[in-house]
Structures are given as structure tokens and as C-alpha cells.
């Protein structure tokens, strides 16, 4: 009887977040950028990316989603009063969280309570979606920097974006943990066009190397095309605007790492235009929590 109850309540949940998404349709294509395993600069690729996509004139919110480990302010020198924690709390509305980022991004501060996401109570489910909800109506592109790794957390922000971008270098264990996401997400299911970014790249060849790895094991077990979405040289600018607490496109535009992340972005501009959406990302979060 009891379980009938709950299985009822979680219905009416799901069924009033439904409701609430369908009032905010949005056009908006969310990419979601993850990898595999820690330390191959995947929040410095989202970061550097959402730069580039709002230089083409296009409205980019970038989401710190990194659950626990939450860094992308760090890389733009942002100091947040508040983040995503104090909208799970009800104390700020997602208008007051959001910050002004450098090269005209809107940017959500992470927080490291949002790992408790599947636990969340009514009011703070329902608070946090329709909160974020709001967020898309004025957003052509969300850009989702994910946590690394496939946990439950990471997965379901993937499964909802539009794009995922695995970002790996070329070392052995990062190219085994990457296909491991990838494998996930397609066991998942995973409705998302799934692409593979190399960063730290001693050469071209071996990043060709690294990523047709990857392709070809994804082919051949998953019957699944993962698509290339470029690589970047190892560039001592990334390093410096690192320390600098600066975006390194901003810093050093005409390095070789800004160029590469510049064709990528170009690239995404182009093939985001016009593409079908699966209804807005946040929309499709709320169906994750029936």
C-alpha cells in the first residue's frame, strides 16, 4: 500500500514538472562536454568553447554541472557570491545566480551539493527545474561542463543534451576511459550525436591516432559512428592562462590552441543552425526525475 502511494506521488511529480516544462519551450541545443577520467582540461575546453560559440553572436549559457568538483569560475577569474546550491535551496532564484562571463557568456556557478540531485525533495526538485527552465528561454546554445567519469550524475546531464563531447588526450588510460563513457551512453540509449575532442597532443598524428582508437572500437563492438570534433597541440599559452586565471582565446587569440578550439566552435555554429531539437534540455531533465 504504501509503495502504491510513493509510485503515485512520483507520478504526480513527474507529471507537474512535465507540465511546467511544457510552458517553456526553447529552440536552444545544449552540448554537454564530459570525459572519461580527471585532468584532461575538459573544463578548460568547455569554457574556451562557450567563448568561441558567443564571438559568432550566438546567446551561450555555460552551466558549471561538475558535481563536486565545480572549477570553471576559477578559469574565468569569477568570484560567485552565490551558485547552484543556493537555488537547491530556495534562497536565490537562478537570475540572481547567474554571473556575466568574459566574452559575453552567461555563466551558472556550480556547487558541490548538487551530487544529491536524485535525493532532492519536492520543493527542491520542483524549485530547481522550473528555475532552470527559465534559464533556456533566452539561450540559442547551453553549454554543460559535466563532470568526468559514468556515474548516474554525469550520465543523465549527458542523455539530455542535444551533443556530447568526450574530451580525452592521448594517453592509453584517458583513451580506455573515453570509450568507456561512450559505451555507457550508448547502453544508455544516448539520443545525443556523440563526438570525441583529443586535447594535449604532442602532434597531429597523434591525436589522429588517439581518436580513430576510439572510432574504430566504437564501430566495430558498438556499431556506432562516433564523430571526430577536432584536437589541440600541446600549447604552452593553455598553461600560462591557466595560472593567469584567463581564458586562453582571450589571452592568446592567435595561439595554436585558440585556433583549434575557434574551427571546432565554427564548426558547431554551422551544424547547430536549423537542427531538430528534442525539446528544450531542461524539459527533458524533468523527465528524468519521474
Known sequence: MAQREARA???????????????HRSAATTIAVTSGKGGVGKSNIAVNLSICLA??????????????LANADLLMNLHPRYTLSHVLS??????????QGPGGVRFIPGASGLHELANLCEFERQN??????KMEINTDIGVLDCGA?????????????????????????????AYAMIKALHREGCPGRIGVFV?????????????????????????YSVAD??????????????????????????SNASACIAAMASDMTRTCTGQQRRG???????????
Do not use: K, W
Open 229 to 254: 570534433c577536432g584536437y589541440m597541440l600541446q600549447d604552452t599559452a593553455v598553461e600560462l592562462a591557466v595560472q593567469e586565471r584567463c581564458p586562453f582565446v582571450i589571452r592568446h587569440p592567435g
Open 149 to 177: 567519469g559514468i556515474s548516474r550524475n554525469v550520465l543523465s546531464f549527458a542523455l539530455a543534451a542535444d551533443r556530447v563531447l568526450v574530451v580525452t588526450t592521448p594517453e592509453p588510460t584517458a583513451v580506455t576511459d
Open 9 to 23: 506521488h512520483r507520478r504526480d511529480q513527474a507529471s507537474c514538472l512535465r507540465e511546467l516544462a511544457g510552458r
Open 55 to 68: 564571438a559568432h553572436g550566438i546567446r551561450v549559457t555555460l552551466v558549471d554541472a561538475d558535481m563536486g
Open 280 to 290: 528544450g534540455f531542461f524539459s527533458r531533465v524533468a523527465g528524468l526525475f519521474v
Open 199 to 223: 586535447n594535449m597532443a604532442n602532434s597531429r598524428g597523434e591525436a589522429l591516432a588517439a581518436c580513430q582508437r576510439i572510432t574504430g572500437v566504437a564501430e566495430r563492438f558498438l556499431d
Open 90 to 99: 530556495g534562497v536565490r532564484s537562478i537570475e540572481e545566480v547567474s554571473m
Open 128 to 133: 530547481l527545474i522550473s528555475q532552470l527552465l
